[in-house]
């Protein structure tokens, strides 16, 4: 199994909202990345996560929060978000912490209106 | 600082071999991907290459890495419309003191079909 889910498929949401998205893998893997990707664009990393701590945060506002509740979860909290955050937002898992053999999800489309 | 670029669009005709091409910078590279990505999709990983190899292939894959160029190319045989999309090349390089690996991506190629 090499799936990765994320939840929701789309999601629309005002500057004054808040939801998450929501990662999930069961292939026991121990690094976790949020990316974002605007269209025609390639991902950009926002945040890693290695055995459930953050290692890796690519200077992200703070309207971003990540949260890893364990090994096979990943939830990217959403606040106070501005009409340029809309992208495609990817979930990915790799063995451990080394980046070879990433498996990404189908993502979320995130609109903020 | 690291850099992988590719040309933005490709188009073969059904049938024929579509041949995507990649250069990258940094020669202390490990792993070299190729991932595709349908519209509106995720990123699918297609394969990828260690960098001590000069040529991986699956069925109509074939990864040629010329490491003395920095060139990385990606060939798909019998090229079908489902083959349809754009193609990542992507390598992987250690950035971090605590040797967490990040992937330095291209800008993408649009494979295009033609009938």
């Known amino acids: 199994d090499t799936e990765v889910t994320q939840t929701p498929k789309h999601l629309v949401m005002g500057m004054t909202n808040k939801k998450s998205l929501k990662c999930e893998q069961h292939?026991?893997?121990?690094?976790m990345y949020w990316y974002k990707q605007k269209a025609k664009k390639p991902p950009e990393l926002m945040f890693v996560?290695?055995?459930?701590?953050?290692?890796i945060n690519e200077s992200v506002p703070s309207r971003f929060s990540p949260e890893c509740p364990n090994s096979s979860l990943l939830n990217l909290h959403l606040h106070a978000l501005q009409p340029e955050d809309s992208a495609l937002y990817l979930c990915?898992?790799?063995?451990?912490?080394?980046?070879?053999?990433?498996?990404f999800g189908p993502g979320t489309r995130l609109t903020v209106t | 600082g690291e850099d992988v670029e590719q040309s933005l669009f490709l188009s073969v005709r059904e049938g024929d071999s579509s041949v995507i091409n990649c250069t990258y910078t940094d020669s202390s590279s490990t792993y070299l991907y190729w991932y595709k990505q349908e519209p509106g999709a995720g990123l699918q990983l297609l394969t990828y290459?260690?960098?001590n190899m000069d040529m991986k292939q699956d069925q109509r894959l074939t990864v040629l890495l010329n490491k003395k160029d920095k060139h990385l190319s990606l060939r798909i045989a019998d090229t079908q419309t489902g083959d349809s999309a754009i193609y990542f090349c992507?390598?992987?390089?250690?950035?971090?003191?605590?040797?967490?690996?990040?992937?330095?991506w291209g800008a993408g190629t649009k494979l295009i079909i033609k009938p």
């Open positions: 292939m026991g893997h121990r690094a």
């Open positions: 290459i260690f960098s």
């Open positions: 992507a390598e992987s390089t250690s950035l971090y003191m605590d040797s967490n690996y990040q992937l330095i």
């Open positions: 990915a898992s790799s063995q451990k912490s080394v980046n070879y053999e990433q498996y």
């Open positions: 996560y290695s055995y459930e701590k953050l290692s």
